[in-house]
């Protein structure tokens, strides 16, 4: 048989293993500082860019899309190539790819910390990247099918599968939740609202978990695990059921992010059904590959690469387990909004993403560099320091979830609240410092697995082009025997892209379509109306310090909830949310209510000095608030992109709004001018200028939490000021 000689490219796959390090230590330094933030605000540095409500977008996206993206470019450029016995389709276009995807981590980076965000958990990018995204994935797709359609391996291994479902439900997921209208150049407003846009966004943030972080790593575990056991996979047919019943089922469980919540309670109870359903695929998928090690185990305990990849699974096995659970209506009414929720991501980001992304490290590393790993000693270490570290993160914060959610249903003898917040949270802060040595402790781990692949590049000599032969693929179709059904789709890339598109996309439809078509799933409010000019400017200043990463507004239907914070939510109150700040964790208390709970100089000096408040707080100050001019100039162009939104502004409102903000910011000015204890801090600091408030961003903030959640209350407050 006729054989044709071809080279791998290896320089890009080092390329994206020198960016997964790179990355996974600038993403995990962020990570350990937003953890000692939680418990010591001096660490916020009373700084903008450096407040926790900036950090924290920065840290999860330089995990996840810089270090777990550059991994997953890492672990396909090097197993499709021979998987597909071909090189790239482009080397132009892997380079292109490369440098795009820095680009726009670089980019994320430094808009994230300038206040540049859309206010969603795990898309904040504002319009212009987002578009650099999809053009980059598009690239990357076209460099992958490329490489696909001129393979020479007739049918698709199981991680290619995985790999062409990643592709086109990221791009699914991106666009659809990406929807924007922009007001500026690196400003947009969410092209959904309220019920709308919290569906669309935990549609698109649990499915970023399901199909960025799980099932490209899943095509992954399925290539390099039995590389390093040097063992074919447990079951074929099971791969194929793990596969169609992991991407069919999992679209559908996003509404479990929004239980008790103002969203409709069939969307919920689907979210719940379909959570529940995925512990089959899921643990499927991990029996596979823990049984793919069967009579393997002697070699587990002298690997370190074998020994991250079975915390890995073991990890991806148990969080894929707590998941679904915590999807129960009566668990999750005791763990969201706790730091519960922040273990059980972490056992996942940690053990499952961390460790899997380790261990191809050190497996393909040395592979690229023809030489052998510097230390197995090393690389044993830090499996022990890492897993300590997972430990020593995870078991405090679900202690302190247990305890929040204790503390917060708690009730006295004679019916009243036991425990104030604050006490809720001063009485967790020892599981928050525990937590942060845990973060440091892993991030050791990362330094010493530094440390042994420098050396091992330093003891080899990259082969950027490995020579490799196969036959083409016309000469090895012939089949003998009875063919498996399945081998009909994976000898057809097209159809397994169609076919993944189809099963991802049934449930996003059905989820999606009645919520939008279906008027009687958001009933309107007619006490409802608009946010004045100023208030739109305060909302967008809350969006822009992060707010939302600390703070819900979303009171859910609970004797404690309403009980601390007042009347329960209701759907028709977010109609003019663009987008919706429900929030996924409370840091500090919930503010669906906080409109007229406090006078205005009550929150100026609390944003200036939170402690002067309420003793404990952990909150970070805002002194530049105090310090910024509002850019109102802005304003008729917020008010233009609303109307477009269907807010229902006037015709020609945007030219009169600035006139209706000064008189709002005046009275609001008015007011902090003529406090007794406003009026001397100003006499003893230069920070505070009384005398032109009206124009500094403190005044718009402080109107939008004055608006918070009056509008069922009664007749809204500012609106009545400008009548």
């Not at 991030?443 to 032969?469: C, D, I, P, Q, R």
């Not at 279906?518 to 006490?527: D, F, L």
């Not at 939170?610 to 001019?629: A, E, Q, T, V």
């Not at 006499?683 to 939490?705: F, G, M, Q, R």
């Amino acid at each position: 048989m006729q054989v044709e000689k071809f080279y791998y490219d290896n320089k890009i796959v080092k390329m994206f293993a020198y960016a997964t390090i790179l990355w996974g230590v600038v993403g995990m330094l962020a990570g350990l500082l937003a953890a000692i933030q939680i418990y010591l605000p001096g660490a916020n540095f009373n700084l903008a860019p450096t407040t926790f409500g900036r950090v924290r977008p920065v840290h999860t996206n330089a995990v996840i899309f810089a270090f777990v993206g550059n991994g997953i470019f890492m672990g396909v450029y090097y197993s499709l190539q021979r998987l597909c016995k071909a090189r790239m389709f482009s080397d132009a276009l892997s380079k292109f790819h490369f440098w795009g995807w820095q680009l726009i981590i670089v980019s994320a980076a430094v808009t994230l910390l300038a206040g540049y965000t859309t206010g969603k958990e795990y898309a904040e990018l504002e319009w212009p990247i987002d578009i650099a995204i999809a053009v980059v994935w598009v690239v990357f797709g076209i460099n992958m099918f490329g490489t696909i359609i001129k393979r020479r391996e007739s049918h698709l291994y199981v991680a290619i599968w995985f790999y062409i479902a990643t592709w086109v439900t990221v791009a699914m997921l991106h666009i659809v939740n990406s929807f924007e209208i922009p007001f500026s150049a690196f400003k947009s407003y969410s092209w959904y609202a309220g019920v709308q846009d919290a569906l669309v966004q935990w549609w698109y943030g649990h499915n970023a978990v399901a199909f960025f972080l799980t099932t490209p790593y899943l095509g992954l575990m399925y290539y390099f695990l039995p590389k390093a056991a040097n063992r074919p996979v447990y079951s074929y047919r099971l791969s194929i059921v793990h596969f169609w019943a992991l991407i069919f089922i999992y679209i559908w469980a996003g509404p479990h992010h929004l239980l008790y919540t103002a969203l409709p309670d069939w969307a919920q109870s689907l979210g719940v059904v379909f959570s529940v359903m995925l512990i089959a695929p899921s643990w499927g998928g991990m029996l596979n590959g823990l049984f793919t090690l069967r009579g393997a185990w002697d070699k587990v305990r002298e690997d370190p690469v074998l020994k991250f990849m079975v915390v890995a699974i073991t990890c991806y096995g148990m969080a894929t387990f707590e998941g679904p659970m915590l999807s129960l209506k009566s668990v999750n009414a005791i763990s969201h909004f706790t730091d519960w929720t922040i273990a059980h991501v972490h056992v996942g980001a940690l053990g499952w993403n961390g460790f899997l992304t380790f261990s191809v490290l050190y497996w393909i590393i040395p592979k690229i560099f023809n030489t052998t790993l510097y230390s197995k000693k090393l690389a044993s270490t830090h499996f022990w320091i890492g897993t300590i570290g997972i430990v020593l993160y995870a078991v405090p914060l679900y202690w302190a979830g247990f305890t929040q959610a204790m503390m917060w249903k708690n009730f006295t003898d004679d019916g009243t609240l036991k425990f104030q917040f604050l006490e809720t949270v001063t009485n967790i802060i020892p599981m928050y410092i525990t937590r942060s040595a845990g973060g440091a402790l892993y991030l050791v781990g990362v330094f010493v697995m530094v440390y042994n692949l420098w050396k091992t590049v330093a003891s080899g000599s990259l082969v950027a082009n490995e020579e490799a032969e196969a036959a083409p693929l016309a000469k090895i179709t012939e089949t003998h025997g009875k063919e498996h059904w399945h081998r009909w789709i994976e000898k057809r890339p097209v159809q397994m892209l169609v076919f993944s598109l189809i099963a991802v996309a049934i449930g996003g439809v059905l989820e999606l379509v009645p919520t939008f078509l279906v008027k009687s799933n958001v009933p309107t409010i007619a006490s409802v109306k608009p946010y004045t000019p100023l208030e739109l400017q305060g909302r967008d200043i809350y969006v822009r310090e992060g707010c939302y990463t600390c703070h819900s507004q979303m009171i859910r239907p609970f004797r404690d909830e309403v009980a601390r914070y007042g009347e329960y939510s209701k759907a028709g109150e977010f109609v003019y949310d663009h987008p919706f700040q429900w929030g996924s964790k409370r840091t500090g208390p919930d503010l669906a209510r906080e409109g007229g709970k406090y006078p205005d100089s009550w929150h100026y000096n609390h944003m200036l000095d939170p402690r002067s408040m309420s003793p404990g707080s952990i909150m970070p100050n805002y002194p530049w608030l105090f310090k910024n001019d509002l850019n109102t100039e802005i304003t008729p162009a917020k008010i233009r992109a609303m109307q477009t939104l269907g807010v229902p502004y006037e015709k020609g409102y945007d030219e009169v709004a600035n006139k209706d903000l000064n008189k709002q910011a005046k009275a609001i000015a008015g007011r902090l001018q003529n406090d007794e204890q406003i009026k001397k801090l100003a006499a003893v600091s230069d920070e505070i200028d009384l005398k032109n408030i009206d124009k500094k961003e403190i005044v718009a903030l402080i109107a939008y939490l004055q608006r918070i959640g009056t509008d069922i209350k009664g007749e809204h407050k500012q609106v009545a000021e400008l009548k």
